[in-house]
């Protein structure tokens, strides 16, 4: 059953240090999308990359987070330095054309 | 923001009842997608509906949508506790770099037994 894997599930960190998140897209998707949620904010997109190339990472603040592809079976995430105010659900999706086929998620608590 | 927006933000029904739920969204579209999301889960694709569709159905979910107004609504009939869930629309947007999903802000569902 494929299926779009995320690690850590949960994650508590103090203030001002490293995350890192990461996917494993469903094998043969050539489009990854990183997604955070928040009650105030919803669903917003942070970054997207189409065969590992990032196309778009406008929604994401560049001093801080950075979106990489690796390769074709890993996909990352990284805030440093963390804050509070990145608290959040972190979701990954993978996709082939029109569908999108999402993670459980990164549960990130930024103490 | 390229984001949508749902109505109601929040809808109660009894079990047996049928649930509506409407999106609405700010460009031009390839297609329009639902979406539910179980409480701290990820997000399960429901129903696409392309552009150039006024109406699909899938089981017990009907999906309109009407370009001209930029609005598409999501019917689940005879709607049962397991639907409890969130309910967003996606929008399938074409930039000069591909297709990107916007969800929306969501509707939660809750079905009384």
């Known amino acids: 059953d494929a299926r779009v894997t995320q690690t850590p599930r949960h994650k508590v960190t103090e203030m001002g240090q490293e995350v890192t998140m990461r996917c494993q897209p469903i094998?043969?998707?050539?489009?990854v999308f990183w997604y955070r949620q928040t009650m105030m904010q919803g669903l917003e997109l942070l970054a997207y990359?189409?065969?590992?190339?990032?196309?778009?990472d406008s929604g994401m603040p560049k001093d801080r987070f950075s979106a990489e592809m690796p390769d074709a079976t890993l996909a990352t995430l990284k805030i440093q330095p963390s804050e509070p105010r990145d608290s959040a659900v972190y979701f990954c999706?993978?996709?082939?054309?029109?569908?999108?086929?999402f993670g459980q998620g990164t549960r990130l608590t930024v103490v | 923001s390229q984001q949508g927006e749902e109505d109601p933000q929040a809808l109660s029904i009894q079990e047996g009842e049928n649930a509506t739920m409407n999106c609405s969204y700010k460009?031009?579209?390839?297609?329009l997608q639902w979406y539910r999301q179980n409480s701290g889960r990820g997000l399960v694709h429901l129903i696409l509906?392309?552009?150039?569709?006024r109406e699909k159905h899938s089981g017990r979910l009907r999906v309109t949508l009407d370009t001209s107004k930029k609005s598409s609504s999501l019917l689940i009939t005879a709607s049962r506790a397991a639907d409890t869930a969130s309910y967003f629309c996606?929008?399938?947007?074409?930039?000069?770099?591909?297709?990107?999903?916007?969800f929306g802000t969501g509707t939660s569902l809750t079905v009384i037994p």
């Open positions: 990359f189409r065969n590992r190339a990032p196309l778009d």
């Open positions: 094998l043969g998707h050539n489009t």
């Open positions: 509906i392309r552009s150039n569709e």
């Open positions: 999706a993978s996709g082939w054309g029109h569908e999108a086929f």
């Open positions: 996606a929008t399938d947007y074409v930039s000069n770099t591909g297709n990107q999903f916007y």
């Open positions: 460009t031009s579209i390839n297609n």
